[in-house]
């Protein structure tokens, strides 16, 4: 761990991301880096330099990435982790994280959320405000599981996914990657095919790959 970090993205995620590290205290400084030129700083925290910059500091910085969107963070994400950064996991002290959770690099918890024991969420993740995630899960890589979502046990989300604000997936339900899950869905059979889906239960409404 390093003694400074770099939070890429100091718009509403990345405020959000900040707010959490500092909360965490273990950091001596804080900064962002955007490519917005016009924002010179956030939430009080200076704006350092570019996204591109992350790469200067690899040695002296932890860095993480903090842009909401899944194939945005993926791709810098993965580009950190080829040079060697050290890519800390952020979680809110207000969280309630059960035994043999296991925790990716680069995943923030934010408040609120609870996961119960023996569940494995996979680096890059976002496990948003007030979520639940129950025992046995199995969430993979960049899923961004938003505000309010709740996953019963043994529930398996494949890479990139995102659930939207307060959807529910019912017990040992797999959802494939690259799918969207719209807001208040609930899902209660295996999704299979990318794409986005919304509803009571879900409904597939286009592919939406990428999108998100
Ligand atoms: C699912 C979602 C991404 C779809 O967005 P989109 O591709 O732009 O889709 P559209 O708005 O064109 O809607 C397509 C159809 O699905 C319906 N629809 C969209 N979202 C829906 C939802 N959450 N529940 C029910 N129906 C929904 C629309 O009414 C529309 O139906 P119609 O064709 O009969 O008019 C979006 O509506 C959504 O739910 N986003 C989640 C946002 C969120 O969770 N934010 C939190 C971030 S932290």
Redesign the pocket.
């Known amino acids: 761990m390093k003694e400074k970090l770099l939070i890429i993205g100091a718009s509403g995620h990345g405020k959000v991301v900040a707010d959490i590290a500092l909360k965490m205290n273990k950091w001596k400084s804080i900064a962002f880096l955007d490519d917005d030129e016009t924002v010179k700083s956030s939430m009080g925290i200076e704006v350092v330099g570019k996204s591109l910059d992350a790469f200067k500091h690899i040695q002296d910085c932890d860095l993480f990435v903090g842009i909401?969107n899944n194939v945005t963070r993926e791709t810098i994400q993965e580009k950190l982790e080829t040079e060697g950064a050290s890519l800390p996991t952020l979680i809110h002290p207000a969280t309630v994280i059960g035994d043999q959770v296991e925790l990716g690099v680069g995943t923030v918890v934010m408040a609120g959320v609870v996961v119960n024991c023996c569940t494995e969420i996979g680096k890059g993740c976002i496990v948003?405000t007030g979520a639940t995630i129950d025992h046995d899960n199995l969430v993979g890589d960049y899923v961004?599981i938003?505000?309010g979502v709740n996953l019963a046990g043994m529930v398996k989300i494949g890479k990139g996914s995102?659930l939207?604000?307060?959807?529910s997936v019912s017990n040992n339900i797999n959802i494939t990657g690259g799918c969207?899950?719209?807001?208040?869905?609930v899902v209660v059979k295996d999704i299979t095919e990318a794409g986005?889906?919304?509803?009571v239960p879900v409904r597939r409404?286009?592919d939406?790959w990428q999108?998100?």
């Not at 986005?196 to 509803?199: A, E, L, Q, R």
């Open positions: 909401g948003n961004h938003s505000p995102w939207g604000i307060g959807s969207n899950v719209g807001a208040g869905a986005v889906y919304v509803g409404v286009n939406g999108r998100f």
